[in-house]
């Protein structure tokens, strides 16, 4: 008998999915286990696996379209077996069946959809507004690099977009002429809206803009399935650093990302070489270390005149509009409280100086402060865990996201896997990852996974303040400048160097005596370097 198989929740915060693409087509043989398709969660791609077997008689979800959690995925039974009825029954499946002619509901939604895709001529091709970073739900085109009418090649930057986190050049996976632009320079759209045309010169694509630019389904699945995996698989084997595209699955990707690994160095055993799952996981990075780009310049800021006794007006940018969303979330959405302490910073002063006197070493305060809470965070994993509706998330990795000033506002870069790297690591990556950010050079990828987060105002002169937890993070340490001044060490006034810490704790997840205790173990540290070495 044939079985329903429903849109599943594979995320605790997740409504909807995304089919990123079917492994399995109308009349292909299933067995338990095989994978049905990608699934394409709030979070992350996911391959989602049949617990049945049979054939897979009924698609409810085209590639590339969203349903709701338990709306009909689609139907396994027994080869030629009516399935009307389950059809009828689902409400999610009768919009979308691209397999089923013989349905009673082919006449009705199939048929507008049909429609909206007969207005995309050949050889056309819509692109949309990507989703850049996994907070991003609009971009911004900072600047168009191909105009209405230029010729572009699959490799070309079509535009800068800027994200809530950063400015990316975006490239064409198309070859042809420009033919419209949906978006104008300067302006911002949500995410899978239509951002330009691509196709053959002279094209009237009017009806395409009109409608929205709606793709239908996977033109006729049997053949044109098989020609667009030729073309669009063969071209990526031969992937180098010559800017060739890398063909890899969106879970691959996606762990690839997660891991800072660049994808394009991975062998893929895939069809056509394409990079799978099992490629990244089992990936050992060579020894020859990769050739750092330079840095792309910032777009300029527009310049404001003030003029006294005048009013001025400065647009926010997307990167502003966006912190002061998140900022806003977090303040209002979770219990902050703060704990401070103060430091005394004589011996960290010793023991900087004397590993500063090792030739091409240079670690600052700040470095020692990350690596100190790194190690603290090994002690102390509730504070490296994250608040998730009906469930705390204890994180495996210890991932320090690091606040750098940049002039739209804060970003906060992650380093990842914070508790194996020694002081030199911390101190090169902070010093680049700081520098690119000032340029907008950083990928998004580099600013997302964080488990905890640091803010330093010490430089600044800035004796004691307090954070705003970076979510979904469950705490912030706050680090102060470093003030001599008068205190008493055994029993005498005497001076010394102190400096004050503040935790600002999430109450859901950080109890009161757990973020103590958390200080307790990092002054300790701190006030003894040499302790860091037995953490």
């Known amino acids: 008998m ?14 909807e999915g995304k089919v990123s693409k079917w492994h399995k087509k109308v009349g292909d043989a299933v067995k338990e286990g095989d994978i049905l398709a990608e699934i394409e969660t709030d979070k992350a791609v996911q391959d989602f696996e049949s617990e049945l077997n049979g054939t897979l008689l009924y698609v409810g ?62 050889g056309v091709e819509v692109i949309t507004m990507p989703r850049l970073s996994d907070t991003m739900t609009e971009g911004k085109v900072a600047k168009w690099h191909k105009n209405v009418g230029d010729a572009v090649k699959e490799g070309d930057i079509l535009a800068e977009i800027e994200t809530d ?33 691509i196709g053959p010169a002279g094209t009237d694509v009017s009806a395409v803009v009109s ?33 060739d595209r890398v063909a890899i699955s969106p879970l691959a990707k996606k762990i690839a990302q997660d891991k800072g690994i660049d994808f394009a160095s991975i062998k893929g ?10 490629d990244v996981e089992n990936y050992q990075p060579s020894a ?7 840095p792309k310049a910032a777009p300029a800021q527009p310049s404001v005149a003030f003029t006294p006794g005048e009013d001025s007006e400065t647009p926010n940018s997307q990167m502003r509009n966006i912190i002061a969303k998140r900022l806003a979330e977090s303040k209002f959405t979770a219990p902050h409280y703060y704990l401070t302490v103060e430091i005394n910073m004589d011996k960290a002063i010793e023991a900087r100086k004397e590993m500063n006197s090792v030739p091409d070493t240079k670690v600052s305060f700040n470095d020692m402060v990350i690596k100190a809470v790194a190690v603290a965070l ?17 994180h495996g990795n210890i991932n320090v996201g690091v606040a750098v000033a940049v002039p739209d506002g804060l970003v906060v870069p992650v380093l990842k896997n914070t508790d194996y790297m020694n002081y030199n690591e911390i101190s090169a990556a902070v010093k680049d990852m700081a520098g690119r950010a000032k340029t907008k050079a950083l990928k998004a990828n ?88 037995l953490g």
């Open 446 to 533: 580099e600013m997302e996974g964080s488990t905890f987060s640091v803010s330093n105002l010490g430089m600044f002169g800035i004796e004691t303040f307090t954070s705003i937890i970076n979510q979904p993070n469950s705490a912030i340490l706050s680090v102060g400048a470093i003030i001599e001044k008068p205190i008493v060490k055994n029993g005498q006034i005497v001076v010394g160097n102190t400096m004050k810490l503040s935790l600002a704790c999430d109450h859901r997840v950080i109890d009161g005596a757990t973020g103590a205790q958390f200080l307790q173990t990092l002054r300790t540290y701190l006030e003894s370097p040499l302790t860091l070495l």
């Open 165 to 197: 986190k950063a400015v990316q050049d975006f490239e064409s996976e198309f070859n042809g002429t420009l033919l419209f632009q949906g978006v104008g320079e300067g302006e911002a759209a949500e995410v899978d809206k239509i951002l330009a045309i």
């Open 211 to 243: 409608g929205g630019g709606k793709k239908a389904a996977p033109k006729t699945e049997a053949k044109a399935e098989t020609k667009t995996e030729d073309n669009k698989e063969a071209a990526p084997v031969a992937a180098s650093s010559t800017g």
């Open 378 to 394: 090994r002690k102390h994993p509730q504070v490296n865990s994250s608040w998730a509706g009906d469930k705390i998330v204890h």
């Open 61 to 122: 979800v085209e590639e590339g379209a969203q349903a709701p959690v338990d709306s009909v995925l689609a139907i396994i039974g027994a080869e030629g077996e009516d399935i009307s009825s389950l059809i009828g029954g689902g409400s999610s499946a009768a919009s979308s069946t691209p397999e089923a002619p013989k349905a009673e509901e082919t006449n009705e939604k199939p048929v507008a959809e049909e429609s909206a895709s007969a207005d995309i001529p050949d």
């Open 288 to 294: 020859q270390p990769a050739a750092a780009s330079a």
């Open 2 to 15: 044939a079985e329903v198989i429903t849109m599943p929740r594979l995320s605790d915060t997740m409504t």
């Open 269 to 278: 055993s895939g069809e056509n070489g394409r990079i799978v799952k099992k």
